[in-house]
């Protein structure tokens, strides 16, 4: 099984609605990532949750939404969803032991299109 | 602007010989570096790193190479395999504001071929 799952994978919808990316983990890491993957971009930090009540705004935070539900649940919201933001969305979860805590584990993706 | 940068989107590669996969940083401040491999429908995986107090970090076939004065970091993996062929990604620790973030640069493609 895998150690951080994405739901859903894909996801196509319209303009203006709120959409949910869950990600969960069975690591017991602390510490959790939502990053957004462009062409030509790579990846890029949109919030981050050390431990359930730390959540911090990443470097494209806006339009974006996060919630920590328990230690192994990160979910990213958009709340009036724009073309823009399609995108390949990965959530990350890292240790925050000595240098483990440099080397985030990534899920698999979820490929979101907004038309 | 992009603290970390991959100025090359793709390499080619024949099996058997060297790839150099090159990326450069702009904040000194940076402290820690690493390599990520990404396979199409698959989140990226961590391959290789290394600590500004060192210049060389070697793991079998691949070999991190650290030049602090130039802000420049190269992958290198010999001898190339078409199992390698991905996209590659460097990344930067950020320790600004008390919290542990990775910059990433844009990625490059390798493809290694027969």
């Known amino acids: 099984d895998a150690d951080v799952t994405q739901t859903p994978r894909n996801r196509i919808t319209k303009t203006g609605k709120r959409i949910m990316l869950e990600c969960s983990q069975t690591?017991?890491?602390?510490?959790m990532y939502w990053y957004r993957q462009d062409p030509g971009l790579g990846l890029r930090l949109i919030y981050y949750?050390?431990?359930?009540?730390?959540?911090n705004k990443g470097e494209i935070s806006d339009g974006y939404s996060v919630s920590r539900q328990a230690q192994a649940k990160f979910s990213l919201s958009l709340e009036s969803a724009i073309p823009n933001q399609t995108a390949l969305y990965f959530c990350?979860?890292?240790?925050?032991?000595?240098?483990?805590?440099?080397?985030?584990?990534f899920g698999p993706g979820t490929r979101l299109t907004v038309l | 602007d992009q603290q970390v940068k991959q100025n090359s989107p793709s390499l080619s590669v024949q099996e058997g010989r060297i790839s150099i996969l090159n990326c450069d940083y702009t904040?000194?401040?940076?402290?820690?570096f690493l390599w990520y491999k990404k396979y199409p429908a698959e989140g990226p995986t961590f391959l290789i790193s290394?600590?500004?107090?060192?210049d060389k970090n070697e793991d079998g076939r691949f070999t991190v190479f650290l030049n602090k004065s130039a802000k420049h970091l190269s992958l290198h993996i010999v001898p190339s395999q078409p199992g390698d062929s991905a996209v590659y990604f460097c990344?930067?620790?950020?320790?600004?504001?008390?919290?542990?973030?990775?910059?990433f640069g844009a990625g490059t493609r390798l493809a290694v071929h027969p």
């Open positions: 990350a979860t890292s240790d925050k032991q000595g240098v483990s805590d440099n080397e985030q584990f």
């Open positions: 690591k017991g890491h602390d510490r």
């Open positions: 949750s050390f431990d359930v009540k730390d959540i």
């Open positions: 904040n000194s401040m940076f402290d820690y």
């Open positions: 290394i600590s500004s107090i060192k």
């Open positions: 990344a930067a620790r950020d320790l600004s504001g008390g919290y542990n973030k990775l910059i």
